[in-house]
């Protein structure tokens, strides 16, 4: 007997935005919620990442049920950067809409029912030596970002059951040296998770952050080495690094049904690993 399409696609008719998409975390994230249904807007910042999100797309296009994708390009550093992502992902759904090439029905609203905060960037820099650019560069997308992607976003939220999954670290509990603008701005992220869980729950929006240990990406690659192998020591499940699978099927499953009654809280995907 076939599974129900309920629990073959879990997330087929939705709509999901995920950040970073170009790579790491935010590229698992992205196959795993098309995977299971959804059309995914693959966002980057830099041109220069065109060929992995298109490849990407392939990817999602290559799937037995030919997953829905766009691509949008957006500097989230920038003030006008969040709110070009939805305009332009906007104009792209319309436009798909309008020409009825099978991407998405004609009927179908821009309706946005899952967006996942997963762009960020990290300064290894001990405080003595931090500057004002450091600072912006970090806060300008992980935390700023944030904020006015989700603010340009929440008019076009689905009016019931919408999905904000927010990407932080367990560095935000834990502290590491030489990471502090890192660990804070994730710290932030928990801070806002549980604000908007109190504001947009009445519809049952939900919202939560997901927070990884240590997982193998070019981005733990520019942490300093001693840390990921303590972590990946103290780590109970194998002591091992988790994988970027791993952290996506914790966020699809919060993204879907399984999600319902879970808000405002902070999943720790780490394989047990905890220094709070």
């Known amino acids: 007997m076939s599974a129900s399409p309920e629990f073959s696609l879990p997330l087929e008719g939705k709509l999901a935005i995920v950040t970073g998409a170009s790579r790491g975390i935010g590229e698992g994230i992205a196959f795993e919620l098309a995977r299971r249904g959804a059309s995914v807007a693959l966002a980057y910042t830099s041109p220069g990442s065109e060929p992995q999100v298109r490849a990407?797309?392939?990817?999602?296009?290559?799937?037995?049920?030919?997953a829905p994708t766009f691509t949008v390009q957006a500097d989230l550093s920038t003030t006008e950067g969040p709110h070009h992502l939805i305009m332009n992902l906007q104009a792209q759904f319309r436009a798909a809409a309008h020409t009825g090439d099978g991407v998405v029905h004609p009927q179908r609203p821009f309706v946005i029912d899952i967006l996942v905060n997963n762009a960020g960037c990290e300064r290894v820099v001990p405080l003595g030596e931090i500057d004002v650019a450091d600072y912006n560069e970090v806060y300008d997308v992980?935390?700023?970002?944030?904020?006015?992607?989700?603010?340009?976003?929440?008019?076009y939220l689905a009016a019931q059951h919408a999905r904000v999954i927010n990407?932080?670290?367990?560095?935000a509990r834990a502290g590491f040296r030489d990471l502090s603008l890192y660990c804070s701005s994730k710290a932030a992220l928990e801070g806002l998770?549980?604000?908007?869980a109190a504001e947009l729950g009445?519809?049952?929006?939900?919202?939560?952050?997901?927070?990884?240990g240590p997982v193998q990406s070019e981005m733990l690659d520019k942490i300093p080495r001693a840390i990921v192998e303590m972590q990946q020591a103290q780590t109970p499940m194998q002591n091992r690094l988790g994988t970027i699978d791993e952290v996506a099927r914790v966020v699809a499953g919060l993204a879907g049904r399984d999600g319902d009654w879970v808000s405002g809280q902070v999943i720790s995907a780490s394989g047990g690993w905890a220094m709070y």
Do not use: F, M
């Open 142 to 155: 992980n935390v700023r970002g944030v904020i006015l992607l989700t603010q340009a976003a929440l008019p």
């Open 193 to 196: 998770t549980r604000c908007w």
């Open 56 to 66: 990407l797309a392939e990817r999602i296009r290559a799937l037995p049920h030919a």
């Open 202 to 212: 009445k519809n049952g929006t939900t919202v939560n952050c997901v927070s990884p």
């Open 167 to 171: 990407i932080g670290s367990v560095g």
